[in-house]
Nanobody, 123 residues
Framework: QVQLQESGGGLVQAGGSLRLSCAGS????????IGWFRQAPGKEREFVAG????????SYVDYVQGRFTISRNNAENTVYLQMDSLKAEDTAVYYC????????????????WGQGTQVTVSS
């Protein structure tokens, strides 16, 4: 099963930008649909964005629409989440996940998870 590792988190001011990376190893990375989720303190893990194996299908949660951009480079076994116009409410641990199938918004549908990367947005 594919193994995932997130990177790129950090501390930024409101209005700033970060680019998160999800690096995959094992399996055939290009065959996996990849999703980004986040979990803030005291909150449930929630769907942020997803991208199909070929990149032709993309989904975003309404809250980040127009601010976040998901993309993938299968030759590099990496999926990216470009986050612009960050808000304090975006503060959370961000996780990437993989599944063999279509994009799903519920966490139970995903099989492989990274360990997460912390994003903190100060206001």
């Amino acid at each position: 099963q594919v193994q995932l590792q997130e990177s790129g988190g950090g501390l930024v001011q409101a209005g700033g930008s970060l680019r998160l990376s999800c690096a995959g190893s094992g399996g055939t990375f290009r065959d996996y649909t990849i999703g980004w989720f986040r979990q803030a303190p005291g909150k449930e893990r929630e769907f942020v964005a997803g991208i199909s194996w070929e990149g032709g299908r993309i989904s975003y949660v309404d809250y980040v629409q127009g601010r976040f951009t998901i993309s993938r480079n299968n030759a590099e076994n990496t999926v990216y989440l470009q986050m612009d116009s960050l808000k304090a409410e975006d503060t959370a641990v961000y996780y990437c996940a993989a599944r063999t199938g279509t994009i799903q918004t519920v966490t139970i549908a995903w099989n492989s998870w990274g360990q997460g990367t912390q994003v903190t947005v100060s206001s």
